[in-house]
C-alpha cells in the first residue's frame, strides 16, 4: 500500500471515531420519552421514559387479569382467571408502540387535529398455558368409546351394544380462542367466552357391523394352568381375561393387549403379586396378567394370525415351554395380533377349574390347518459361583441359590391344506440365560482353644 492511500485511510477512521463519539455522548445526553398526548387504555404515559410508562401501566395490567374466561363445553362452564386461561397483557408491546409515534413529527398529531392518541393493551395468548387448563376440561369431558362385544354363550351369540366417546379438541379449540381474543377489547367485558370444541369418536366396531354375523368357528385355542392357593395372582389372571373376554377384531385391524386391558392398578381390581423385573420375581401390582397374555398369544399362533410384536421374559416362566411365552408391561411391552384374515374374529377367555382357557373364532370360511413346533436347539448349563461369607467358619459351605439351566428355543408355525404345506415360518428364536448355582463359603477364622 503506498504511502497516499495510506494517509487517506487513516482520516476515514479518524473521521467515523469522531462520528462514534458525538452518537455516544448525544444518547447519553438524550432521554428517550414517549410523545405527548398519548394514554395507553386510559391512561396516560406522554412524556414518560419506557421503564415509567410500564410501571405506571401495571396496575392496568392486573386489573385485567383479574377478569374471568368462561369455557362452555356440553351445558357445562368451567370459569378461571385471565392468566390460568394463558390470556397475557402485552405492557411492552403497547409502549413499544407509543414509541413509534415519536418518529412521527408532533407536527403530525396537531394537524390530523388529534390532542390524544389513545392506544390499546393488546392481549395475546399462551397457548401452552391454555392448553393445559383445557386438558383439565378434556380430562372431565373425554370418553373413550365403548366398541361392541361378541359373546358365545352355549353356542348362542349375544352381542354387547356399542357407543359413541367424545374427545375435546384442544388444538382447534386454542386457535378458536386466539381469533375471539384478537378481537376482543380488553374494556370491553368483565368476562371472556370461549366455546369449547368437542369432537365425537366413533367405536371400531359398532354394533351393526356384528349383530348379523355368525362367529362360531374355533380358529385357535390354548390352555394354562395355575395354583389356587395364589389368590392374588388369580385375581389378576382372571381381570385380565375378562377385559379381552369377547373383544373383536374385524378384519385387517391389529389387537393390542395393553390398549385393550389397559394399566394395571389397584383401582382397575389388580392386586399385588410376583412379577418379573430386572430378572428377578417381586411383589408388584398385576402379577399373573403376562399368563393371559401368554395364553393368548399361544392360541393366536394356532388362529394363524400375524404376531406384530411379542417379547420374552427374561426368566423362564413354570406355565408354558420355553419360547412360547409373552411377556407385557403397560407402557413397555406389548402383545399385538394382526387380523390378517377377511373373517371377524373374536377372542374369548374363560377361568375355571384352576386354568385359563382363550378361544379365537371366527366366521365360516375354508381355514388352514396350522401346527405349532417347538424346538429346544441349545441347552446352557447353569455355571457354579462362590461368594464368600465372614461371618461363616472356614470351611464350610451354604448353597445360597440352586443353579437353573437356560436354552436357546425355536418355534415354527406351518400351516396346510390337506397333505400339503402351504407355508412355514420361523417364529421366534429365544434366549434363556442360565442361572448359576451360588454356593457361600465361609472364611471367618475358628477360636482356637
Known amino acids: 500500500m503506498d504511502r497516499k492511500k495510506l494517509c487517506i485511510l487513516t482520516g476515514l477512521l479518524g473521521i467515523i471515531c469522531l462520528v462514534l463519539f458525538y452518537n455516544v455522548k448525544v444518547n447519553q445526553n438524550e432521554r428517550i420519552v414517549i410523545e405527548k398526548n398519548v394514554s395507553i387504555e386510559g391512561i396516560y404515559v406522554g412524556g414518560l421514559t419506557v421503564e415509567e410508562a410500564v410501571k405506571r401501566l401495571q396496575s392496568k395490567r392486573e386489573q385485567i387479569l383479574k377478569k374471568k374466561v368462561i369455557f362452555k363445553c356440553l351445558g357445562r362452564e368451567f370459569s378461571c382467571f385471565f392468566k390460568e386461561a394463558g390470556i397475557e397483557v402485552d405492557i411492552n408491546g403497547a409502549v413499544e408502540q407509543a414509541l413509534r409515534l415519536r418518529k412521527k413529527s408532533s407536527s403530525l398529531l396537531i394537524r390530523d387535529g388529534k390532542k390524544e392518541y389513545v392506544l390499546k393493551l393488546p392481549l395475546v395468548l399462551n397457548k401452552k398455558t391454555a392448553g393445559k387448563y383445557l386438558e383439565k376440561i378434556a380430562a372431565e369431558i373425554n370418553h373413550n368409546p365403548v366398541d361392541a362385544r361378541y359373546f358365545l354363550n352355549n353356542g348362542k351369540p349375544k352381542v354387547l351394544y356399542s357407543s359413541s366417546g367424545r374427545r375435546v379438541d384442544i388444538e382447534a379449540t386454542i386457535e378458536y380462542f386466539q381469533k375471539i381474543l384478537n378481537s376482543t377489547d380488553s374494556e370491553s367485558k368483565k368476562s371472556l367466552i370461549i ?28 390352555t394354562t394352568k395355575f395354583n389356587e392357593r395364589f389368590s392374588s395372582r388369580v385375581n389378576n389372571i382372571a381381570a385380565a381375561a375378562e377385559a379381552i373376554n369377547g373383544v373383536v377384531i374385524p378384519p385387517g385391524f391389529t389387537f393390542s393387549f395393553n390398549e385393550t386391558v389397559g394399566p394395571r392398578t389397584e383401582e382397575n381390581g389388580y392386586e399385588e403379586a410376583l412379577v418379573i423385573v430386572k430378572n428377578e420375581f417381586v411383589e408388584g401390582v398385576g402379577g399373573g396378567v403376562c399368563q393371559a397374555s401368554t395364553t393368548l398369544y399361544n392360541a393366536a399362533l394356532r388362529a394363524n394370525l400375524d404376531i406384530k410384536e411379542r417379547y420374552k421374559h427374561s426368566k423362564l416362566v413354570n406355565y408354558v415351554p420355553p419360547g412360547l411365552d409373552a411377556a407385557v408391561a403397560f407402557g413397555f411391552l406389548d402383545l399385538k395380533l394382526s387380523n390378517n384374515t377377511e373373517s371377524y374374529l373374536v377372542i374369548n377367555a374363560q377361568v375355571e377349574n384352576n386354568s385359563l382357557t382363550i378361544n379365537i373364532f371366527g366366521e365360516a370360511g375354508i381355514w388352514p390347518k396350522v401346527k405349532i413346533r417347538h424346538y429346544i436347539m441349545e441347552t446352557i448349563k447353569p455355571k457354579t459361583v462362590y461368594e464368600y461369607d465372614p461371618e461363616m467358619e472356614e470351611g464350610k459351605e451354604f448353597v445360597e441359590q440352586e443353579g437353573k439351566v437356560g436354552y436357546i428355543t425355536r418355534v415354527e408355525r406351518i400351516c396346510t391344506f390337506g397333505n400339503k404345506i402351504i407355508t412355514r415360518e420361523i417364529i421366534s428364536e429365544d434366549k434363556y440365560s442360565a442361572e448359576p448355582k451360588v454356593i457361600l463359603k465361609g472364611i471367618k477364622k475358628k477360636k482356637s482353644n
Request: net charge positive; aromatic share 4%.
Open 195 to 222: 366455546p369449547v370444541i368437542v369432537d365425537t369418536v366413533e367405536p371400531r366396531v359398532k354394533t351393526k357391523d356384528i349383530e348379523d354375523k355368525k362367529i362360531n368357528v374355533l380358529r385357535g385355542t390354548y
